[in-house]
């Protein structure tokens, strides 16, 4: 059973580039949310997707958005990358209404220049 | 609102002593808690997490977790440490709350070192 995976493993990208960040879920879970972990601090919750719909967000400019598709694959998009962005982007996977531990991927380093 | 504050940001411990990682948190309604752990390169796991029950929660490797309310605490502790213990640790909230929507608020984490 293959956890939560997540593409690519490592971006390097320059100050207003666009970049898209890739995760599939662990197999039978419906919701993906998206963290932002700067180095040397705890993960930062972007936001969550269920049914294709973004359902919570946390305090993240527009520049960043998500998608989640029919198969409950999810995508993370930003736009006009600062410095500021260079982080590790770790996705997790949840069934959506229960109590129940959500499931990381390896996360992807992504670097601004 | 939800926050958690790890007390300490570095531990250090011989192997085999105890280990101690203080956590308190603060929760405008019933609290789930969870203590996840990161290794270098890799990505977040799962320790233990208290939903409700009994409030003293086994994990894996050897971990445990007491909630206490009047405390608002959830400290992480194990007997005797082991090499392979070395890593970031951290302190999870998370809402019960009937909408079933869940984000995870983290603490700013606590890493553990184990001299031989």
């Known amino acids: 059973d293959a956890g939560v995976t997540q593409s690519p493993t490592h971006l390097i990208k320059t100050r207003g580039q666009q970049v898209t960040l890739r995760c599939s879920p662990k197999?039978?879970?419906?919701?993906v949310s998206w963290y932002q972990q700067a180095l040397g601090q705890g993960p930062q919750f972007i936001f969550q997707y269920y049914e294709e719909e973004e359902r919570q967000r946390g305090n993240f400019p527009d520049r960043f958005s998500g998608h989640q598709f029919p198969n409950y694959s999810s995508e993370l998009n930003v736009n006009a990358l600062l410095l500021g962005d260079s982080a590790l982007y770790l996705c997790?996977?949840?069934?959506?209404?229960?109590?129940?531990?959500?499931?990381f991927g390896q996360g992807t380093r992504l670097t601004v220049v | 609102a939800q926050s958690v504050t790890q007390l300490d940001s570095h531990v250090s411990v011989s192997e085999g002593t105890p280990v101690l990682l203080r956590c308190n948190y603060s929760?405008?309604?019933?609290?789930?808690l969870f203590w996840y752990v990161q290794h270098p390169n890799k990505g977040l796991q799962l320790l233990l997490k208290?939903?409700?029950?009994?409030?003293l929660v086994k994990g894996i490797n050897g971990f445990e977790a007491e909630f206490k309310k009047s405390e608002t605490s959830f400290h992480l502790t194990k007997p005797s440490a082991h090499m392979s213990d070395a890593a970031e640790y951290f302190c999870v909230v998370s809402d019960l709350r009937d909408t079933g929507r869940r984000a995870l608020t983290f603490g700013s984490g606590t890493r553990l070192q184990v001299q031989p």
């Open positions: 208290y939903t409700s029950a009994a409030t």
């Open positions: 929760s405008s309604y019933s609290p789930s």
């Open positions: 997790a996977s949840s069934f959506w209404g229960l109590q129940t531990e959500a499931f």
């Open positions: 197999s039978g879970h419906d919701t």
